[in-house]
């Protein structure tokens, strides 16, 4: 069974930099790209950042520059630094398989995400 387990999140003043994690199974982990997907209130989950298991990263538009992504194979692990944080990017956030050319390629299985609420 595939496990994905976000932490990191919480209320957050503007400005602050907290890095979420997300631990997973080594099944999807090891051979994946691996990503970050976002849901603000209101709005559907999208796609925003993904790291090969190479470390090859890519982001949204919306996201490039402010929250960078790594992975540590070992740990299977991926982490999201989330700098300068503005309002528009509370959310709830989840990791998950990410398709080739950034593309959302989720799998059946969903962790209860960690949410980052950014206070002005």
């Known amino acids: 069974q595939v496990q994905l387990v976000e932490s990191g999140g919480g209320l957050v003043q503007a400005g602050g930099s907290p890095r979420l994690s997300c631990v997973t199974s080594g099944r999807i982990f090891s051979i994946n790209t691996m990503g970050w997907y976002r849901q603000a209130p209101g709005n559907q989950r999208e796609l925003v950042a993904g790291?090969?298991?190479?470390?090859?990263?890519n982001y949204a538009d919306s996201v490039k520059g402010r929250l960078p992504i790594s992975r540590d194979n070992a740990k299977n692990t991926v982490y999201l630094q989330m700098n300068n944080l503005k309002p528009e990017y509370t959310a709830v956030y989840y990791c998950?398989?990410?398709?080739?050319?950034?593309?959302?390629?989720?799998?059946?299985?969903w962790g209860k995400g960690t949410l980052v609420t950014v206070s002005s």
């Open positions: 790291i090969s298991s190479g470390g090859s990263a």
């Open positions: 998950n398989r990410v398709g080739p050319g950034f593309r959302v390629f989720v799998t059946d299985y």
